[in-house]
T-cell receptor, first 114, second 112 residues
Framework: KAGVTQTPRYLIKTRGQQVTLSCSPI?????VSWYQQTPGQGLQFLFEYFSETQRNKGNFPGRFSGRQFSNSRSEMNVSTLELGDSALYLC?????????????FGEGSRLTVL | SQQGEEDPQALSIQEGENATMNCSYK?????LQWYRQNSGRGLVHLIL?????REKHSGRLRVTLDTSKKSSSLLITASRAADTASYFCATDAGNQGGKLIFGQGTELSVKP
């Protein structure tokens, strides 16, 4: 069974631009969560989607948004990029919502904002 | 702020030695998990322990949970160079659906 796939793996943007990251969960998994990882703040929860509905949202500004499609694939978007948005963005999937078990992570999308 | 605090932040040992990492958290939990991350890669789930469990084993891994002290430890026995990675504890923060709160991690270096 294929794992969680994130694209692109690496990207460089400049301040003020926007970026869209994509995540394909493991087949049959309906929950997709997104996390931001930086050296200073560590791993921080962005949001979780289950059956196309946002179930929970972390403490991030409105510039960070996401969505989930009917095939469970998810995208997250960051608008008006700031230098501090440089990070590894990790997507994770699980069969169900509610933190009942492990998360399966992708390899991440490393965003550099110049 | 992070729910989990990990100790030590970095640990360097020789192959064959045991490695112990500790995690403390702040609020009540349903379960606690440990993950491993090789440099710049995704996280890999190691083990999950539920709040009503005190100890769990998986291969060379042993996890303990003390809910009265809000702490957990991860023991890796007979470490190998391939165990070199960062290790994170993660809690469910008590029914905040779909959200895990991660500690800052312990960076383990196992020297051959």
């Amino acid at each position: 069974k294929a794992g969680v796939t994130q694209t692109p793996r690496y990207l460089i943007k400049t301040r003020g631009q926007q970026v869209t990251l994509s995540c394909s969960p493991i087949s049959g998994h309906r929950s997709v969560s997104w996390y931001q990882q930086t050296p200073g703040q560590g791993l921080q929860f962005l949001f979780e989607y289950f059956s196309e509905t946002q179930r929970n949202k972390g403490n991030f500004p409105g510039r960070f948004s996401g969505r989930q499609f009917s095939n469970s694939r998810s995208e997250m978007n960051v608008s008006t990029l700031e230098l501090g948005d440089s990070a590894l963005y990790l997507c994770a999937s699980s069969p169900t919502t509610g933190n009942t078990g492990e998360l399966f992570f992708g390899e991440g999308s490393r965003l550099t904002v110049l | 702020s992070q729910q989990g605090e990990e100790d030590p932040q970095a640990l360097s040992i020789q192959e064959g030695e045991n490695a112990t990492m500790n995690c403390s958290y702040k609020t009540s939990i349903n379960n606690l998990q440990w993950y491993r991350q090789n440099s710049g890669r995704g996280l890999v789930h190691l083990i999950l322990i539920r709040s009503n469990e005190r100890e769990k084993h998986s291969g060379r891994l042993r996890v303990t949970l003390d809910t009265s002290k809000k702490s957990s430890s991860l023991l890796i026995t007979a470490s190998r160079a391939a165990d070199t990675a960062s290790y994170f504890c993660a809690t469910d923060a008590g029914n905040q659906g779909g959200k895990l709160i991660f500690g800052q991690g312990t960076e383990l270096s196992v020297k051959p």
